[in-house]
Protein backbone atom coordinates (compact mmCIF):
# COMPACT_ATOMS: atom_id res chain seq x y z
CA UNK A 1 0.00 0.00 0.00
CA UNK A 2 1.05 3.56 -0.77
CA UNK A 3 0.88 5.51 1.75
CA UNK A 4 1.85 8.82 0.07
CA UNK A 5 4.12 10.01 2.81
CA UNK A 6 6.67 10.64 0.20
CA UNK A 7 8.27 14.30 0.79
CA UNK A 8 6.02 14.68 2.98
CA UNK A 9 7.54 16.18 6.11
CA UNK A 10 7.05 15.23 9.58
CA UNK A 11 8.04 16.50 13.18
CA UNK A 12 7.82 13.41 15.64
CA UNK A 13 8.47 14.98 19.41
CA UNK A 14 10.10 12.72 22.20
CA UNK A 15 11.63 10.50 19.05
CA UNK A 16 15.27 9.51 20.56
CA UNK A 17 13.54 6.15 21.82
CA UNK A 18 10.54 3.86 22.50
CA UNK A 19 7.46 4.59 20.23
CA UNK A 20 8.65 7.68 19.13
CA UNK A 21 11.66 6.53 17.66
CA UNK A 22 9.67 3.29 16.21
CA UNK A 23 7.05 6.34 14.71
CA UNK A 24 10.24 8.28 13.17
CA UNK A 25 11.41 4.92 11.67
CA UNK A 26 8.37 3.59 9.88
CA UNK A 27 7.77 8.01 8.17
CA UNK A 28 11.77 7.48 7.41
CA UNK A 29 10.85 4.05 5.32
CA UNK A 30 7.23 5.56 4.14
CA UNK A 31 9.51 8.53 2.32
CA UNK A 32 8.94 11.19 4.87
CA UNK A 33 11.75 14.03 6.01
CA UNK A 34 11.76 14.25 9.56
CA UNK A 35 12.21 16.45 12.14
CA UNK A 36 13.22 15.05 15.36
CA UNK A 37 13.43 16.12 18.84
CA UNK A 38 13.99 14.55 22.68
CA UNK A 39 16.23 15.83 25.60
CA UNK A 40 19.04 13.74 25.44
CA UNK A 41 21.39 15.14 23.19
CA UNK A 42 23.60 11.97 22.50
CA UNK A 43 20.59 9.53 22.16
CA UNK A 44 18.82 11.85 19.78
CA UNK A 45 22.53 12.40 17.46
CA UNK A 46 21.99 8.32 17.37
CA UNK A 47 18.66 8.17 16.10
CA UNK A 48 19.03 10.51 13.66
CA UNK A 49 22.19 8.98 12.42
CA UNK A 50 20.60 5.41 12.12
CA UNK A 51 17.37 6.34 10.50
CA UNK A 52 19.43 8.48 8.15
CA UNK A 53 21.68 5.34 7.34
CA UNK A 54 19.06 3.00 7.23
CA UNK A 55 16.39 4.81 4.98
CA UNK A 56 18.37 7.32 3.28
CA UNK A 57 15.82 9.97 4.88
CA UNK A 58 16.95 13.88 5.50
CA UNK A 59 16.64 13.87 8.82
CA UNK A 60 16.64 17.12 11.50
CA UNK A 61 17.26 16.67 15.40
CA UNK A 62 17.11 18.91 17.68
CA UNK A 63 17.81 18.69 21.42
CA UNK A 64 14.18 20.10 23.28
CA UNK A 65 13.04 19.47 26.63
CA UNK A 66 9.28 19.34 25.84
CA UNK A 67 8.49 20.72 29.19
CA UNK A 68 10.41 24.80 28.32
CA UNK A 69 7.54 25.57 26.43
CA UNK A 70 9.31 28.42 24.93
CA UNK A 71 11.98 25.58 23.85
CA UNK A 72 9.01 23.98 22.01
CA UNK A 73 8.12 27.40 20.35
CA UNK A 74 11.80 27.34 19.12
CA UNK A 75 11.67 23.62 17.83
CA UNK A 76 8.46 24.80 15.16
CA UNK A 77 10.46 27.78 13.98
CA UNK A 78 13.45 25.76 13.65
CA UNK A 79 11.34 23.14 11.71
CA UNK A 80 9.77 25.80 9.21
CA UNK A 81 13.33 27.72 9.16
CA UNK A 82 14.53 24.13 7.61
CA UNK A 83 11.64 22.93 5.31
CA UNK A 84 9.43 25.49 4.78
CA UNK A 85 6.42 23.45 6.16
CA UNK A 86 5.37 20.79 8.26
CA UNK A 87 2.70 18.53 7.05
CA UNK A 88 2.35 15.69 9.54
CA UNK A 89 2.90 16.52 13.62
CA UNK A 90 3.01 13.84 15.59
CA UNK A 91 2.83 14.83 19.60
CA UNK A 92 4.16 12.58 22.23
CA UNK A 93 6.28 13.09 24.97
CA UNK A 94 7.26 10.96 27.96
CA UNK A 95 5.13 9.76 30.86
CA UNK A 96 5.04 11.37 33.67
CA UNK A 97 5.68 9.75 37.08
CA UNK A 98 4.14 6.73 38.51
CA UNK A 99 2.08 7.08 41.93
CA UNK A 100 -1.11 7.50 43.52
CA UNK A 101 -2.31 11.22 44.13
CA UNK A 102 -1.10 12.07 47.53
CA UNK A 103 2.83 11.24 46.38
CA UNK A 104 2.71 14.36 44.09
CA UNK A 105 2.32 17.68 44.94
CA UNK A 106 1.39 20.33 42.90
CA UNK A 107 4.65 21.36 40.61
CA UNK A 108 4.44 17.64 39.60
CA UNK A 109 1.20 17.86 38.34
CA UNK A 110 2.38 21.33 36.83
CA UNK A 111 5.19 19.49 34.93
CA UNK A 112 3.15 17.01 33.95
CA UNK A 113 0.28 19.48 31.94
CA UNK A 114 3.43 21.44 30.73
CA UNK A 115 4.78 17.62 29.30
CA UNK A 116 2.51 16.30 28.21
CA UNK A 117 -0.81 18.71 27.33
CA UNK A 118 0.54 21.85 26.66
CA UNK A 119 3.80 20.81 24.21
CA UNK A 120 0.95 19.66 22.14
CA UNK A 121 -0.78 22.45 22.20
CA UNK A 122 2.24 24.70 21.20
CA UNK A 123 2.79 22.59 18.51
CA UNK A 124 -0.28 22.59 17.46
CA UNK A 125 -0.41 26.34 17.54
CA UNK A 126 2.56 27.30 15.64
CA UNK A 127 2.29 24.13 12.85
CA UNK A 128 -1.65 23.99 12.13
CA UNK A 129 -1.96 27.44 10.54
CA UNK A 130 0.45 26.19 7.80
CA UNK A 131 -1.51 22.53 7.59
CA UNK A 132 -4.71 25.11 6.87
CA UNK A 133 -3.40 27.39 4.91
CA UNK A 134 -2.08 24.31 2.14
CA UNK A 135 -5.10 22.31 3.04
CA UNK A 136 -3.21 18.93 4.20
CA UNK A 137 -2.10 18.06 7.31
CA UNK A 138 -2.17 15.30 10.01
CA UNK A 139 -2.08 15.85 13.59
CA UNK A 140 -1.69 12.34 15.46
CA UNK A 141 -1.26 12.50 19.54
CA UNK A 142 0.11 9.20 21.10
CA UNK A 143 -1.94 9.03 24.23
CA UNK A 144 -2.48 6.05 25.92
CA UNK A 145 -5.01 3.12 26.98
CA UNK A 146 -5.37 4.79 29.98
CA UNK A 147 -8.06 7.32 28.17
CA UNK A 148 -10.41 4.48 27.62
CA UNK A 149 -9.62 2.60 30.60
CA UNK A 150 -7.15 4.42 33.52
CA UNK A 151 -4.83 2.84 35.00
CA UNK A 152 -3.77 1.91 38.72
CA UNK A 153 -1.04 4.37 39.41
CA UNK A 154 -0.95 6.49 37.47
CA UNK A 155 -3.17 9.55 38.09
CA UNK A 156 -0.90 11.90 36.56
CA UNK A 157 -0.71 10.29 32.76
CA UNK A 158 -4.63 8.95 33.52
CA UNK A 159 -5.65 12.58 33.87
CA UNK A 160 -3.22 14.74 31.45
CA UNK A 161 -3.51 12.04 28.40
CA UNK A 162 -7.39 12.78 29.29
CA UNK A 163 -7.44 16.35 28.67
CA UNK A 164 -5.29 15.62 25.07
CA UNK A 165 -8.19 13.71 24.31
CA UNK A 166 -10.58 16.51 25.02
CA UNK A 167 -8.42 18.75 22.86
CA UNK A 168 -7.77 16.47 19.72
CA UNK A 169 -11.45 15.95 19.58
CA UNK A 170 -12.99 19.41 19.54
CA UNK A 171 -9.87 20.60 17.52
CA UNK A 172 -10.81 17.63 14.84
CA UNK A 173 -14.16 19.01 13.98
CA UNK A 174 -12.79 22.77 13.68
CA UNK A 175 -10.26 21.75 11.41
CA UNK A 176 -11.63 19.07 9.33
CA UNK A 177 -12.83 21.43 6.43
CA UNK A 178 -9.73 22.01 5.82
CA UNK A 179 -8.14 19.06 5.41
CA UNK A 180 -6.68 18.34 8.54
CA UNK A 181 -7.31 15.57 10.57
CA UNK A 182 -6.61 15.12 13.89
CA UNK A 183 -6.27 11.87 15.63
CA UNK A 184 -4.72 9.67 19.04
CA UNK A 185 -2.96 6.66 19.04
CA UNK A 186 -3.12 4.70 21.86
CA UNK A 187 -0.80 2.08 22.75
CA UNK A 188 -1.22 -0.90 25.34
CA UNK A 189 1.24 -2.82 27.24
CA UNK A 190 4.49 -2.38 24.44
CA UNK A 191 8.22 -3.29 25.13
CA UNK A 192 9.24 0.04 25.84
CA UNK A 193 12.19 1.38 28.29
CA UNK A 194 8.74 3.55 29.70
CA UNK A 195 7.11 -0.19 30.48
CA UNK A 196 10.42 -1.14 32.14
CA UNK A 197 10.18 1.86 34.42
CA UNK A 198 6.46 1.37 35.26
CA UNK A 199 7.52 -2.48 35.78
CA UNK A 200 9.88 -1.64 38.46
CA UNK A 201 8.02 1.25 40.22
CA UNK A 202 4.54 -1.02 40.58
CA UNK A 203 6.41 -3.85 41.78
CA UNK A 204 7.93 -1.48 44.41
CA UNK A 205 4.38 -0.21 45.22
CA UNK A 206 2.80 -3.64 45.52
CA UNK A 207 5.86 -5.33 47.39
CA UNK A 208 6.19 -8.23 44.61
CA UNK A 209 8.55 -9.33 41.94
CA UNK A 210 8.56 -7.44 38.62
CA UNK A 211 8.16 -10.68 36.84
CA UNK A 212 4.86 -11.09 38.61
CA UNK A 213 3.93 -7.45 37.16
CA UNK A 214 4.97 -8.35 33.73
CA UNK A 215 2.64 -12.06 33.94
CA UNK A 216 -0.13 -10.08 35.10
CA UNK A 217 -0.14 -7.86 32.08
CA UNK A 218 0.15 -10.71 29.76
CA UNK A 219 -2.27 -12.41 31.31
CA UNK A 220 -4.44 -9.77 30.88
CA UNK A 221 -3.98 -9.32 26.94
CA UNK A 222 -5.94 -11.68 24.86
CA UNK A 223 -3.25 -12.11 22.63
CA UNK A 224 -1.11 -12.83 25.49
CA UNK A 225 2.09 -11.48 25.10
CA UNK A 226 3.28 -7.28 24.90
CA UNK A 227 3.22 -5.55 22.18
CA UNK A 228 6.20 -4.03 19.66
CA UNK A 229 6.86 -0.51 19.08
CA UNK A 230 6.62 -1.14 15.10
CA UNK A 231 3.09 -2.47 15.88
CA UNK A 232 2.01 0.80 17.10
CA UNK A 233 4.42 2.68 14.37
CA UNK A 234 2.07 1.35 11.70
CA UNK A 235 -0.95 2.90 12.78
CA UNK A 236 0.56 6.07 12.90
CA UNK A 237 1.96 5.92 9.73
CA UNK A 238 -1.46 5.31 8.66
CA UNK A 239 -2.99 7.62 10.48
CA UNK A 240 -0.84 10.15 8.95
CA UNK A 241 -1.40 9.49 5.53
CA UNK A 242 -3.34 10.00 2.36
CA UNK A 243 -5.03 7.18 3.01
CA UNK A 244 -6.70 7.85 6.12
CA UNK A 245 -8.01 11.50 4.87
CA UNK A 246 -11.53 10.44 5.92
CA UNK A 247 -10.48 9.10 9.54
CA UNK A 248 -10.50 12.16 12.36
CA UNK A 249 -11.20 13.00 16.00
CA UNK A 250 -10.43 8.79 16.93
CA UNK A 251 -9.08 7.46 19.52
CA UNK A 252 -7.84 4.30 18.07
CA UNK A 253 -5.91 1.50 20.71
CA UNK A 254 -3.56 -0.68 19.96
CA UNK A 255 -2.87 -3.15 22.70
CA UNK A 256 -3.53 -7.02 21.67
CA UNK A 257 -7.43 -6.64 22.76
CA UNK A 258 -6.76 -5.80 26.14
CA UNK A 259 -9.45 -2.97 26.30
CA UNK A 260 -12.54 -4.17 27.00
CA UNK A 261 -14.95 -1.30 25.95
CA UNK A 262 -16.95 -1.73 22.88
CA UNK A 263 -15.78 1.72 21.85
Not at 226 to 237: M, N
Request: charged fraction near 25%; hydrophobic fraction near 45%.
Amino acid sequence: MDLGLSDRVALVAASSRGLGRAVAEELAAEGARLVLCARGESDLTGTAEAIRRETGAEVLAVPVDLSDLDAVADLARVALDRFGRVDILVNNAGGPPAGPFESHDREAWRTAIRLNLESALELTRALLPGMKERGWGRIVNITSVAVKEPVDGLILSNSVRAAVTGFARTLANEVAPYGVTVNNALPGYTRTDRLDELADALAGQRGVDRQEIEDGWRASIPMGRLGEPREFSALVAFLASDRASYITGRSITVDGGRTRGLL
